[in-house]
């Protein structure tokens, strides 16, 4: 069954610093996708990020990047010139080519410090 | 212009009362989903509609009926309603087709549903 592991239940960050969330995942398939969502205390789930296992090229949105590593089955986000706004619950999440199913990480809590 | 919208936003009730939450996109998607997300954060998905056909019913207890009158409404009903059942409750959807492969795309999300148990 596949897995997917966030191992910092909170992260913090000085503004206009980068942090790095770490995402890892378990699985035998080849083609797969991997997202980061952000859950500001809104509550509303939105999307960050989204990287298809079989493009080698790493995604980026604006401050957003990830960095895939697909044989170390990792997927980090890296947030650049971390702003107030950006503090939030993010979620990894992990859907099987073929599938419906997204299985989320545990998320991770990121403070941005003024 | 809202893309998924959930009603209500909060609901309390008693034990035992039987509750439903509306869920409705206009995003022109083929699949909606119910996750429910507990005290921990933690997220799982309870049921999917593709088409108003069921496609994923996960561990779920009977108590919990989806119902897809319509490719852009998927409402969840709830009996008997326990303690347990405390939790945010998100719909979600997806386009078929765009991705590599058939259900393979981007899920968005609606604002939640925080239910109350008491």
């Known amino acids: 069954a596949q897995t997917v592991t966030q191992s910092q239940p909170e992260m913090s960050v000085q503004e206009a610093e980068t942090v790095t969330l770490s995402c890892t995942y378990d699985?035998?398939?080849?083609?797969?996708?991997l997202f980061w969502y952000k859950q500001p205390p809104s509550r509303q789930m939105i999307l960050v990020i989204r990287?298809?296992?079989?493009?080698?090229q790493n995604a980026t949105e604006n401050r957003f990047s990830v960095n895939f590593q697909k044989a170390a089955k990792s997927f980090s986000l890296k947030i650049s010139d971390s702003q107030l706004g950006d503090a939030a619950m993010y979620f990894c999440?992990?859907?099987?080519?073929?599938?419906?199913?997204?299985?989320f990480g545990t998320g991770t809590r990121l403070k941005v410090l003024a | 212009d809202t893309a998924v919208s959930q009603t209500p936003k909060y609901l309390v009730t008693q034990m035992g009362n039987d509750k439903s939450i509306k869920c409705e996109q206009n995003?022109?998607?083929?699949?909606m989903y119910w996750y429910k997300q507990d005290s921990k954060k933690f997220l799982k998905i309870m049921f999917s509609?593709?088409?108003?056909?069921?496609?994923i019913n996960e561990t779920v207890p009977n108590r919990f009926s989806p119902k897809s009158p319509d490719k852009a409404h998927l409402n969840l009903h709830i009996n008997s309603l326990e303690l347990g059942d405390s939790a945010v409750y998100f719909c979600?959807?997806?386009?078929?087709?765009?991705?590599?492969?058939?259900?393979?795309?981007?899920?968005?999300f609606g604002p939640g549903t925080r239910l109350t148990v008491l």
């Open positions: 979600a959807s997806s386009q078929d087709g765009s991705g590599r492969y058939i259900g393979t795309d981007t899920q968005y």
């Open positions: 699985t035998s398939e080849s083609d797969y996708y």
């Open positions: 990287q298809e296992a079989y493009k080698q």
């Open positions: 999440a992990y859907l099987r080519g073929g599938t419906y199913k997204y299985i």
């Open positions: 995003l022109g998607h083929d699949t």
């Open positions: 509609y593709n088409n108003k056909e069921l496609i």
